[in-house]
């Protein structure tokens, strides 16, 4: 059953507040000189930022760690006080705490508003207030003093099991104009298991981690000179790009969907009349000028798509019409957040619009999620849920003006998710500018969430771009338009099943699906000619066939088998005297269960039922 999203645990961050409180008092302890930055929750631990002479390595977190369990043992109380702006300012000049000074004097001129949203609630004392803070609050644990609002456990002794994690580097107030300081990243638990299993999580999330497989098992790679979150895909990385696509055109043909292919570049001039231009600049790459025209690199597909459905004039019984393209788009990401192939720069985007009825439009919506959970299936993602967005109705000035057509689109989604019972949550102020959404949320095997494709219900476009069609009566009716993209971007969704999958791939999505591997030179040319008979087999891969290699390396047989396991290749055809005497193969699967002597054709028999049905039966 999909999961509904994690709440937040209030007692659990409140715990974990308090064990930033005492990894600060034991770093005070061993470096009485150091200075405090922030020190705030994560979704799942604490950071602290500290401006130290001396590096934190390895070592020195273990005696900061040995501290913070002698002075948990000690049970000292967080004590709370709460005291003029002005004479707390003067407590931490005289505590030598240049960066909590700075933070008052920040919360005494722009107050909790601004100081909030760039830092949280650090040291506040009260709720909410535009300017003019004349109260703020200090916690006292042992000798150690510290500006925060709370609250916290009663004592360090509440503190459950704990363990620092790593430091990194990061500027004061995000500036590369200020010092950097050290993060000090922590994590603590209510009981020891959990703990546990969370640095469990953190190892097996380095071995799974697609970056580092992505250069292992050759699937892409970036370039400086190509440029910052521009991937490059590899021979192996297309084989699973292929093998998705060719999946989401079968999987649409069985809905009836149309393939269209649009330009890279367009004209500003769509983009103002589509309205992206005014919201979405940011996001795009700086203009073109050619003859005298900007063009942009096209950030999304939708414009193009309306084109194409306004080429004519449209009746109500072509509708729904279903339009689909795999289409290269460009968004210029800030660089800090670019992660792997998570967020990139260009993208391919499984993408489509669905252009429909108002009456059509809640079908069609249960529809677009009934596909995403056929998906789901076929890879075994079993944890997801869909987070339902809406708009702020209040700040409009984000969002196409229009409240009575938000409310009209949102009840739409809102019977469509009850009716498909599939788990939601609602999320305020997350909606696109043009209407409201449903984001797909996953889990990956070691509980990690990525929000992997989008559904959205668009009332603007049939106004902007007059997409009407003529209902039974002869009269012109506006269009509702579904933007929908189940498995998003190759991109990120390879990036999810290179984690999912910890570089596993199932057979037929395997980027080489055999390795035939000659136990001698002798056995070379029998080698060469399987190969070929594999090649040439009438399986149907979106490469064509078989995706198969052979070693003729002058390597041992076990390295050989070593190096095929370590690129994760589902299947190794060793090739033998015995072999190559009875016209037959070894097969050999990469979890190291060996299948034995058998005919070319069971083994072709046995890949076929597997690549065809897209599930492996080892």
Known sequence: MPLRNKEVNP????????AAHLMAAAVQKLWPEAKFGVGPTTSDGFYYDIDLPNPLGPAELERVEAEMKALHKQGLRFERTEVPIEQAIAEMERLDQPYKVELLRLLQANGTTAIVKEFGDEGVADAEAPAGVEQVSFYRTGTFLDLCRGPHVADTGAIGPFKLLRTSGAYWRGSEKNPQLQRVYGTAFNTREQLEKYLWQLEEAKKRDHRKLGKDLELFFFSEEVGP????????????????EKLAVEEERKDGYYSISTPVITKEDLYYRSGHLPYYKDDMYAPLTIDEKNYYLKPMNCPHHH???????????????????????????????LSGLMRVRAFLQNDAHIYCSYDQAKNEFIKVMHLHARYYRLFDIKDYYMAFSQPDLKRLDKYVNEPEKWLAAMDIIRQAMDESDY???VREGDAAFYGPKIDFIIENAIGNEYAISTNQLDFLASERFNLTYVGPDSADYPVYVIHRAPLGSHERFVAFLTEHYAGNFPTWLAP??????PITDRHAEYALKIRDMLFSAPIATATGGLRVEVDLSSERMQKKIRNATLMKVPYMVILGDKESQSEQVTVRHRSGNDLGLMSLDRFLELLGTQINSRRDHD
Not at 11 to 18: A, E, I, N, P
Not at 229 to 244: F, M, S, T, Y
Not at 512 to 517: K, L, T
């Open 11 to 18: 007692d659990l961050d409140r715990m974990r507040h308090s």
């Open 229 to 244: 979150g521009l991937p490059l895909w590899l021979p192996n990385g297309v084989a699973i790009r292929k093998e998705l």
């Open 307 to 337: 084109m194409i459905y306004s080429v004519r004039p449209r009746s109500y019984r072509e509708l729904p019409l279903r339009l689909s393209e795999y289409g290269l788009c460009h968004r210029y990401e800030a660089s800090g957040v």
């Open 423 to 425: 788990p939601y949550e």
């Open 512 to 517: 080489v699906q055999v390795q035939v591997i």
